[in-house]
């Protein structure tokens, strides 16, 4: 248990997996240190390696890196992948980018992935590099309805169709 005193038990915090290793190593320090400010346990896992979330598991963060080159090992983790699906479906917040994105498509270069997303990832014969300024359409757990926010885009997938009927951002 967490205690808030010294000799006190307090609620139990959220538990917050964040994904770790090769495939997601483009995770900003300040996520871990964001999270853990504002109340939840962060639970490093490593998803070439693990088949299950960490116990507890409430929230997903995914950063990135190149997914076309773990895709037949993201693909193969089925375990890992329903459980993903399942968390998402449930309506915990999921936060992704980059392979993260990429991994909760149904499917990425014919390879099944989490399926949480109704889209298709495929790699391009080039890179797309620079940054984009968007415009939140809707509060999330990232930002507020309205909000503006710069990324830094750097990848060789295209997620189709780009988005749902209810896009995230305004590009």
């Known amino acids: 248990k967490v205690t808030s005193k010294p000799g006190r038990a307090g609620p139990p915090r959220p538990v917050i997996a964040l994904a770790r290793g090769p495939t997601f190593s483009y995770s900003y ?91 298709s990832a495929a790699t391009t014969g080039s890179p797309v590099l620079g940054y984009r300024e968007s415009v939140a359409r809707a509060s999330s757990p990232l930002v507020p309805l309205g909000a503006t926010v710069t990324g830094h885009k750097s990848h060789r997938m295209v997620v189709t169709p780009r988005s749902g009927d209810n896009a995230a951002w305004q590009w």
């Open 29 to 119: 320090p300040e996520t871990a240190e964001l999270l853990t400010a504002a109340g939840a346990e962060v639970a490093p896992f490593a998803p070439l390696r693990e088949e299950t979330l960490p116990e507890g598991t409430r929230g997903l963060v995914f950063g990135g890196a190149f997914p076309e080159l773990y895709a037949d090992e993201l693909s193969a983790n089925e375990r890992l992948c329903r459980a993903v699906s399942d968390l998402a479906i449930a309506g915990a917040p999921v936060v992704a980018e980059s392979t993260g994105l990429v991994w909760l498509v149904k499917e990425c270069d014919g390879r099944p992935m989490c399926g949480v997303l109704n889209a």
